[in-house]
């Protein structure tokens, strides 16, 4: 099996405890500088664009929000959107609860307040926001005709909880909501998923190329139809327990740079 391509998760996967590229995970891809390393993330593109930086990789594509955008060199190649209505609908569920929302569409990210949340997700993805009421960002959506690439709920436990019966309930075939933390939800268009950025990816971009060319890391449930379909589907040791009974492989943890220390061992 020739791998032609690789494929990473970033949080918990790539990143190290700091959040951070270690200096012997960007040594381990730029050694194999052959092969298109893309990054695949429920980050927005600007939470990722440093990091393709650091890589040096700049001119390969990237995916973000889960699938629900593609992206190469600025230019978008695929864009999946929640429809405005029923992100408006969401947010006013939240709102009952006191569940802080954020809004994303490509490079933008609105908040309502910079509060708990917000400031964290401002240090772990070193973007900051665009403060504004949400009804506010959803009107000016709705005048541009656009919708979210993901809605990012958090906040108590026990209101994520009611927030993921709610979708469940009121739009299954709508959208989908993940758990990345008990305390967060992180809701997508119900079509997208990495693989199905993957298969456009294979399709528009890497035609020549297969699944089963396609060595991935992951740690996450958004991970697993990513690393069920590839050839080499390996899961970092930290990974949910759900991951690490699909992968084909598993790795040290990402705090001990996981994915180094497998492409080392496996591209020698």
């Given at each position: ?9 970033i949080?918990?996967?790539l ?9 012997r995970?960007i ?11 893309i ?23 990237m995916i973000a ?9 600025g230019?978008?190649l ?8 029923i ?7 939240c709102?009952?609860t006191?569940?802080h929302?954020s809004?994303?569409h ?6 309502p307040?910079?509060d ?8 772990n993805?070193?973007v ?6 949400i009804?506010?960002?959803?009107s000016k ?8 690439h993901?809605i ?8 994520i ?5 709610f979708?469940?309930?009121e739009?299954?075939n709508?959208?989908?909501?993940y758990r ?7 809701i997508?268009?119900k ?12 399709k528009q971009?890497?035609?020549k190329?297969d ?10 449930y958004?991970?697993?139809d990513?690393?069920?379909a ?12 759900e ?11 990402n705090?001990e ?6 492409m080392?061992?496996?591209f020698g």
């Amino acid at each position: 099996m020739a791998i032609k391509l690789i494929c990473s998760d970033i949080d918990g996967t790539l990143l190290n405890k700091e959040r951070q590229l270690s200096p012997r995970t960007i040594t381990a891809i730029k050694q194999n500088a052959n092969i298109p390393f893309i990054l695949i993330s429920s980050r927005m593109p600007k939470a990722m664009l440093h990091l393709q930086k650091e890589l040096g990789i700049t001119h390969l594509p990237m995916i973000a929000y889960n699938g629900g955008l593609v992206i190469n060199n600025g230019n978008v190649l695929h864009s999946t959107e929640i429809n405005i209505n029923i992100t408006k609908q969401i947010s006013e569920f939240c709102e009952n609860t006191k569940t802080h929302v954020s809004l994303y569409h490509n490079d933008e990210w609105f908040v309502p307040e910079l509060d708990y949340w917000a400031k964290r997700e401002q240090n772990n993805t070193k973007v900051n926001p665009h403060v504004a009421p949400i009804n506010q960002t959803i009107s000016k959506w709705t005048k541009e005709q656009k919708g979210a690439h993901k809605i990012m709920c958090m906040g108590d436990e026990k209101h994520i909880d009611s927030l993921s019966k709610f979708l469940k309930t009121e739009f299954p075939n709508n959208v989908i909501g993940y758990r990345s933390k008990p305390t967060y939800l992180e809701i997508s268009h119900k079509d997208i998923s990495k693989k199905t950025a993957i298969a456009f990816l294979l399709k528009q971009h890497y035609n020549k190329l297969d699944f089963n060319n396609i060595l991935a890391f992951g740690d996450n449930y958004n991970d697993i139809d990513m690393l069920n379909a590839v050839g080499i589907g390996v899961a970092v040791a930290n990974a949910k327990e759900e991951v690490l009974a699909v992968a084909k492989q598993t790795t040290a943890s990402n705090k001990e740079d996981g994915v180094a220390i497998f492409m080392e061992e496996y591209f020698g």
